[in-house]
């Protein structure tokens, strides 16, 4: 059987004892087996990028994004590919596979700017004969940690921006879907990196211990579930590392008695059922305000649920592949059970669905709920998985209040045509994206990506301007050239223009 292996100083590792299964979601087969890095593994990757470092801090921001303009390229012509390795082990199809691609390709795009990012700022004669700037600054070595929802685009929300500021970086992609994610930065050192600048450690805990306690390490960047983003932030944060860990979600759309309804369902159809919902920014719980709309969008939305077509990840023109593992598959199903043990009107079961050739399939289908109250698991809990939830509110302050006191706060939206109902939104609801008639606002590459509470830990938002403040230290400089040499006495006041 295949072994995917690490990929450190540009050469191909698999010395680590331990391995994992990789799967097909769609077959349920174990098609690979992957290299778990140890702590001897991780101290490799980190020698290789400690002896990269000093040469690469110190070539030319231009030249480095001439190796993003050459990677962008060859992530263009290998589309085919990568996409087909993402839906294999991911599951998601192929037309969503190219989707997050092209979405990491933008990120690529934003890194090729590094000359015009890295300016910092000058100030002349803020003194006499004294000129200031800033300069912005490599950390060094840095690490990044992400999740299987995304393979290809959540590892470049993070290493073209942090290697164009000067950084080498260790990525420890998930431990379910590696290959598109090494197959890329594979890629990336065929555009020419040096070896060393950019390693790929796969593994678990272990590989993740080992690089929150390595010295050399200075910046950890995480996406995946809260309990893990917390525990990066908090064990990161304690070794004085700078630290950025984005969690989970439960995202919620407000329909307004006003709204477009058709529009909206398209929306919501692509927002809560693309990818089988295992998306942060998916949205699975749709807040109605009046009965009215709710009642219509049931009707609306139930044809359409059951309508869905659904099967094997790789082929075409599908709307949903499967979940990514049997235990994501049985953990959605646990809350479709729980869901109608507390009380939830199931409208729409997806928990029978059987995709004729692939029995063993992590497959569920598309399932919704009605009359869902806030204190059912199924709306307290991010259930990643194909799952829309109805809760019906008699206002618009009521549907905000519910999104303000939940724990998560990724995205959100709001379906009107009332313009000042959207402003209010916008002012005051207590989440980090939100969309107006957009369902799923991820920001473009020159934004940044973040949301607020318990979705993100630390101060700065991923990639765009953020993700060039987490990834440089700013140095002022004030320098001094008199114009005449000669004795000066000390000053003792506090130096000042006044
Ligand atoms: P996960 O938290 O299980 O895994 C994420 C990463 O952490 C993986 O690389 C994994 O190997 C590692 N990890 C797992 N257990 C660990 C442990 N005990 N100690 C240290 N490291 C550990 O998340 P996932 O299931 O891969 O991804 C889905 C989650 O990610 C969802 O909660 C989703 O909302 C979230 N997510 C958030 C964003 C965002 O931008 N906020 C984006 C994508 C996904």
């Known amino acids: 059987m295949n072994i995917v292996p690490h990929l450190i100083n540009g050469q191909h590792v698999t010395s680590s ?30 020698a290789a990028a400690k002896a990269a470092f000093p040469t690469w801090r110190n070539t030319p921001p231009a030249k480095r994004a001439q190796i993003m303009f050459r990677f962008k390229q060859l992530l263009e012509q290998n589309e085919g590919t990568i996409a087909r390795l993402i839906s294999e082990e991911h599951g998601k199809t192929i037309e969503d596979a190219i989707g997050e691609l092209k979405r990491g390709i933008e990120n690529v795009e934003f890194a090729c700017a590094a000359p015009e990012i890295l300016k910092g700022e000058y100030s002349r004669n803020v003194g006499p004969n004294i000129d200031a700037w800033s300069d912005l600054q490599p950390l060094g070595i840095v690490a990044g940690i992400t999740p299987f929802n995304f393979p290809a685009m959540v590892p470049l929300w993070m290493y073209p921006l942090a290697i164009v500021c000067g950084n080498c970086f260790i990525l420890k992609p998930s431990e379910r879907d590696p290959s598109s994610t090494l197959y890329i930065a594979e890629l990336l050192l065929e555009a020419g990196l040096p070896q060393g600048v950019m390693s790929v450690v796969h593994g678990d805990k272990e590989a993740v211990d080992a690089l929150i306690e390595a010295p050399e390490v200075k ?75 709710a009642d219509a969008l049931v009707e609306k939305i139930s044809p359409q649920i059951k309508a869905l077509k659904i099967g094997a990840g790789t082929s075409c023109g599908l709307d949903m592949g499967p979940l990514v593992t049997a235990a994501a598959r049985d953990k959605v199903k646990g809350y479709i059970d729980a869901g109608v043990a507390q009380g939830a009107k199931l409208v729409v079961d997806g928990r029978d669905l059987v995709v004729a050739g692939h029995e063993n399939g992590y497959f569920v289908g598309g399932t919704l709920f009605d009359q869902v109250t806030p204190e059912m698991t199924i709306y307290t809990d991010e259930i990643f998985g194909p799952v829309l939830c109805i809760v019906r509110v008699g206002s618009l302050e009521q549907a905000m209040q519910l999104i303000n006191d ?23 609801i207590e989440v980090g994206m939100v969309g107006v008639n957009v369902p799923l606002p991820v920001p473009v590459s ?28 700013k140095k002022a400089i004030t320098q001094r050239w008199p114009q005449r040499a000669s004795h000066e006495a000390a000053q003792f006041a506090f130096p000042s223009n006044g």
């Open 446 to 473: 020159y934004h940044s990506f973040g949301g607020w509470k318990r979705s993100l830990f630390g101060d700065l938002h991923a990639y765009g301007p953020d993700g060039v403040r987490f990834y440089t230290r």
């Open 219 to 293: 910046a950890l960047s995480f996406v995946g579930s809260t309990p893990i983003a917390e525990y990066i932030y908090s064990e990161g944060t304690k070794r004085g590392k700078r630290v950025q860990a984005l969690g989970g979600a439960k995202n919620h759309a407000v329909l307004m008695p006003d709204a477009d309804l058709d529009n909206a369902v398209s929306a919501l159809m692509g927002a809560a059922y693309g990818s089988c919902g295992e998306r942060c920014m998916a949205i699975s719980v749709a807040v109605c305000v009046g009965y009215q709309i």
């Open 406 to 428: 939940h724990e998560y706060g990724n995205g959100t939206c709001i379906f009107t045509r009332d313009g000042e109902a959207a402003r209010l939104f916008c002012d005051e």
């Open 17 to 46: 004892g331990r391995t994992a299964d990789v799967f097909n979601p769609s077959t349920g087969e174990v098609t690979k087996q992957l290299a778990l890095a140890d702590r001897a593994t991780i101290d490799q990757a980190i």
